[in-house]
Structure formats: structure tokens, C-alpha cells
């Protein structure tokens, strides 16, 4: 589990008990840049943070248009990962709605 800035945390890290960790991120755009050949298919599961995966990743899925399925932990976050795609002429469907407030998406280029 983690607790970033500006993502939507499933607990309140102010009371959690559990050890902090400080681990070194990159955006799926600088690996690209990096060499790592374009993704086909890219999956997103990473706690609240997939709108900020997804805006590091805005010009590869730009360039490679993968297919990408994204779990989105409640709907909020399902509405507004969908309008990120609408606004990439993506189309995004519903793959299963899993309890309690998880939804796994599934969004393709138009």
C-alpha cells in the first residue's frame, strides 16, 4: 500500500502503523526515452496513483497506443481515469466491477 501526494490513499496514512519506505520512481515516458521498447499492452494497478501513472505515460500511450487496463479503487477515481482516456481518443469499457469499490477497466484506441 502506499501513500502518495496527490492520489486518492484507500487509508488515512496518518494512522497507519505501518514502515515507511522512500523508493525511486520514473515515468513510463522516461523509459521510453530510456530505450525500453513501446508496450503493447500496459496494465495499471498501483493504489490511487493511476491518474498520475497514467499522466507520465501520457506520451507513450500517445505514440505506442497500447491497450491499457487500469483497477481503479472507487469511482471517482474510475470517472476520472475514464475522461483521461476519453481525452486520448481512447474508448474505455467496463471489464468487472469487484467488491467492495474496485472496478477493472479496460480502454483501447478509437
Known sequence: MSFLDSTTASTDPGTSAWDRIVVTVRTADALI???????TVMKVD????????????TETIRMARPT?????HSARLAF??????RNQEYQVRLLADLAPSRILLSAQPV
Open 68 to 72: 491499457v487496463i487500469v483497477e481503479a
Open 46 to 57: 498501483v493504489e490511487g496513483a493511476e491518474l498520475l501513472v497514467l499522466r507520465g505515460a
Open 80 to 85: 476520472e481515469v475514464h475522461e483521461w482516456f
Open 33 to 39: 526515452q530510456e530505450g525500453i521498447p513501446h508496450p
